[in-house]
């Protein structure tokens, strides 16, 4: 089993990698759209936050209120500790652009570091006020819990479109985020570390529920959203004793969160190596010394190559507080938030993580999988041979996206079926636009994270989409909004909650929204649920 989770790991590592190299031409992009806008820019409506005015601004009609602190910076004596609140100010605050990103590596290979510790910020996106109070969805970003911001996302047409309020947030990531120490669990009042980037989340939560009806929204009428480490932090929310009762709906696009997450013993090693790596080892006081680092210090002292340090990532542990046990034990003992739930995937999750790399050969690809998975090597290799692709390279992406993203996602959604509704779905467009990702060396198809474009409705934008790319974004927002706003994403032809005496989910091409029923087939679960189990 080592082996087999060691092997997962380092297809899903070499997936992060990519992720943390894209994350600036990411900020570039959004940036370069976001002030490449021609529509008219006036102010927004003053608005009372809990904390002082704020005061937005009004693009084609949404009021735009960016950057948002929902609590303190998390700076000097703050690093590593829950979320304080954000002291009130005097007069109007100016939040017409987002603000910084949370501190990231720039690339891998590079100890620079983009963004700030100083970026507990979300943003505002809303129709014209109304006097009914509207939907709310939260919108938290993905990057494997190492990059990303919610600046990235622009939620102007969904709010515009759907008459809905649509919120983005940024949460601490990597060794800021998801450190856990025994220094540390001394100086916090409940004795223990980590999960800081998930309290994050669980802060910019309570501000919406808080703050949200001077913007016109709803505070009981809030749906969670979000894409790979997003919706795996939603997955992680549901059974967090913490969250419960704070969101009325969930929505989880790649989001395999049921894998098993270190233990708060296991994570604590790590934290103890990266005081020893921050000279701070040796000190009267180990937690002052670390918190005395610069940013820089802090971030290259995590690991460059997560493969070192026995595959660790920087991501949720089970703390016995924020995450009290895993999350599959939890759901199974119906210890879970039971919301109306959206869960998907998309048919080519795994070419993303080699679009990058270098060509894998027929004897690397036998190699690798020998090495890794021992004697079920050969059934996987039967199941994935190189003479089905037009190199080796997209059998592996193939076996990475179907035994990591796939197959897990979809495990999620029929266990969570059994105590809450769930509704199913694949998205399949083989010519999806590549976003951000830009000359890769292989055809990306159904990446991952593809449909963010057509659910945000930022294809319209695109001008080589074509009319049925176009018109599959909009049929998707559709659902999404109605699902956003009643918790049935209804439509033609109706999306139905997943049964498992019936295994169908909606299937989104641009040729047809239709149902399938072999999507265990397509991905060789049976295979990969007897190989994970």
Not at 107 to 135: I, M, Q, T, W
Request: hydrophobic residues 40%; contains cysteine.
């Amino acid at each position: 089993m080592s082996r087999i989770c060691n092997f997962l790991s380092v297809l899903r590592i070499q997936g992060l990698f990519i992720l943390l190299s894209l994350t600036f031409a990411c900020s570039i992009v959004a940036k370069a759209f976001a002030e490449s806008s021609s529509a008219p820019v006036t102010p927004a409506p003053v608005v009372k936050t809990r904390s002082g005015a704020v005061r937005g601004r009004v693009v084609d009609g949404v009021y735009q209120y960016l950057g948002i602190p929902f609590a303190a910076p998390p700076l000097g004596d703050l690093r590593w500790r829950p979320p304080a609140a954000h002291a009130s100010w005097n007069g109007i605050l100016e939040v017409t652009r987002t603000r910084a990103w949370c501190a990231q590596q720039s690339r891998p290979d590079s100890p620079k570091v983009f963004g700030s510790e100083d970026c507990l910020y979300l943003n505002v996106y809303a129709p014209k006020p109304a006097r009914s109070p509207r939907p709310v969805m939260i919108w938290i970003h993905g990057g494997s819990f190492l990059a990303g911001s919610g600046a990235i996302f622009d939620g102007s047409t969904l709010a515009r479109d759907g008459n809905i309020i649509v919120v983005t947030i940024n949460y601490r990531l990597g060794v800021l985020g998801f450190l856990a120490s025994r220094g540390l669990d001394a100086t916090d009042p409940r004795h223990t570390s980590g999960n800081y980037g998930l309290l994050d989340q669980l802060a910019a939560i309570r501000w919406v529920i808080d703050n949200i009806p001077a913007f016109g929204g709803d505070p009981h009428n809030l749906t969670l959203a979000g894409e790979s480490a997003g919706a795996m932090s939603i997955g992680f929310l549901m059974v967090s004793p913490g969250a419960d009762g704070t969101f009325q709906r969930a929505i989880l696009e790649s989001g395999p969160f049921l894998q098993k997450l270190h233990t708060r013993a296991q994570a604590e090693v790590h934290g103890d190596e990266i005081a020893t790596k921050l000279g701070c080892d040796k000190a009267g006081d180990v937690v002052s010394c670390m918190r005395s680092k610069t940013t820089e210090q802090v971030v290259d002292a995590a690991p460059s190559d997560p493969l070192s340090w026995a595959q660790l990532i920087w991501e949720p542990i089970v703390d016995g507080a924020v995450m009290p046990s895993q999350p599959a034990a939890a759901i199974a003992a119906g210890r879970v938030s039971k919301v109306p739930l959206i869960n998907g995937s998309n048919r080519d999750e795994g070419t993303l993580m080699f679009a990058y790399a270098k060509p894998i050969t027929a004897d690397q690809y036998d190699h690798a999988m020998h090495y890794f998975l021992g004697a079920r090597a050969q059934e996987v290799l039967a199941t994935y041979p190189v003479t089905h692709y037009s190199e080796p390279t997209l059998a592996a992406a193939a076996a990475n996206g179907d035994s990591f993203l796939s197959c897990r996602t979809n495990n999620a959604g029929v266990m969570l079926s059994n105590q809450m509704q769930v509704y199913q779905y694949e998205f399949n467009d083989p010519n999806a636009p590549p976003w951000v990702f830009k000359k890769a060396r292989i055809p990306l198809k159904s990446f991952h994270s593809a449909e963010i474009q057509y659910v945000f409705g930022s294809i319209a934008n695109d001008a080589a989409a074509s009319p049925a790319q176009r018109n599959l974004s909009a049929a998707m927002m559709g659902y999404w909004i109605r699902f956003i706003t009643s918790g049935d994403p209804a439509g033609a032809p109706r999306w139905s909650a997943y049964q498992a005496n019936d295994p169908k989910r909606i299937l989104f091409t641009p040729e047809s929204i239709e149902f399938e029923s072999d999507f265990t087939t397509i991905h060789h679960c049976a295979l990969w649920n007897s190989i994970l189990k």
